[in-house]
């Protein structure tokens, strides 16, 4: 269990470092612009935060995406 939840986090960290390169956003683009943390956010980026609803929220939002895409593959 503990390590399906590892590859979930995992999935999930390239899902937002690809949207937000898609998007030309730096991490510091992230934080400045979406009220995020810089750690908290690398945090996402490297797999080892789970994200609560609101931040997926906020992450689909500072990608243009819906909750679904952002999820995709995940």
């Known amino acids: ?3 399906e939840r590892q590859h979930v986090r995992r999935r999930f960290a ?3 470092r690809a949207l937000r390169k898609r998007r030309k956003l730096s991490q510091l683009d992230m934080v400045r612009h979406h009220d995020f943390s810089l750690s908290h ?3 996402l980026e490297r797999g080892v935060l789970d994200p609560r609803l ?3 929220e906020k ?3 500072a990608f243009g995406v819906s909750l679904s895409v952002l999820l995709k593959g995940v």
Do not use: I, N, P
Request: proline share 0%.
């Open 1 to 3: 269990m503990a390590e």
């Open 14 to 16: 390239r899902r937002c």
């Open 41 to 43: 956010y690398q945090k």
């Open 54 to 56: 609101s931040t997926l």
């Open 59 to 61: 992450l689909a939002e």
